[in-house]
């Protein structure tokens, strides 16, 4: 997966509490992303990076904040869990030349109860 | 607004058959595109890109896809599937010059194999 890691994998959570996931990446890619998959949605943006603490807002940010103070590190916080953010986060990886590929990361599995 | 359509939610294809999923896109320019694979439990693993000069492009475990300007469309095949190649497939657009590199996911192909 790229030097891409995520933590936890699994999670299981109550409403109402914060959760927070990381993602690592040993690529030293510029621009960082969190997505969320969910069935018959495929992946949707919550959040982008494009540097160090330079950060921006994607397709599905409602109730999604992020920080970034290392290149390495990209954080997604749920700042008050609802059973509506169950689902699979993603972290992805790209560098602003070439065809924009990105790399992902295995994913974590969040359930709300 | 942009926009990426994977119509078959679900194919099934017996094990020695050809494969083609399909892929279109709504932008106002020419994209880049891209297929992922996604095995259960797995994250999306690059399958081949599109970004410029031949239309036909090759990409790992035998895969292929065509870019058609004319049909807005960025097919995958595979002339001879594989039990391993059951997992959910995702193609995706994006645009040259955007800002972070967005890519924009169509909903998914499920694919199956039948022995």
């Known amino acids: 997966d790229a030097g891409i890691t995520q933590s936890p994998r699994h999670k299981v959570t109550e409403t109402g509490t914060p959760v927070t996931l990381r993602c690592h990446q040993t690529?030293?890619?510029?621009?960082m992303y969190w997505y969320r998959q969910d069935p018959g949605h495929g992946l949707r943006l919550i959040h982008y990076?494009?540097?160090?603490?330079?950060?921006d807002k994607g397709e599905v940010s409602d109730g999604y904040s992020v920080s970034r103070s290392k290149t390495e590190d990209f954080l997604l916080t749920l700042e008050s869990a609802t059973s509506s953010q169950t689902s699979v986060y993603f972290c992805a990886i790209s560098e602003p030349q070439g065809a924009y590929e990105q790399y992902f990361g295995p994913g974590t599995r969040l359930t709300v109860t | 607004a942009q926009s990426v359509t994977q119509p078959d939610i679900h194919i099934t294809v017996s094990e020695g058959a050809s494969l083609e999923l399909r892929c279109n896109y709504s932008?106002?320019?020419?994209?880049?595109l891209f297929w992922y694979v996604q095995s259960p439990g797995q994250g999306l693993q690059l399958l081949l890109k599109y970004f410029s000069g031949d239309t036909l492009v090759q990409g790992i475990k035998g895969f292929e896809a065509e870019f058609k300007r004319s049909q807005s469309s960025f097919n995958l095949r595979k002339p001879s599937v594989h039990w391993s190649d059951a997992a959910e497939y995702f193609c995706?657009?994006?645009?040259?010059?955007?800002?972070?590199?967005?890519?924009?996911f169509g909903g998914g192909t499920r694919l199956m194999v039948k022995p």
């Open positions: 990076s494009y540097g160090v603490k330079d950060t």
């Open positions: 690529e030293n890619h510029r621009y």
């Open positions: 995706a657009v994006g645009l040259s010059g955007n800002a972070g590199n967005m890519l924009t």
């Open positions: 932008y106002g320019a020419t994209p880049y």
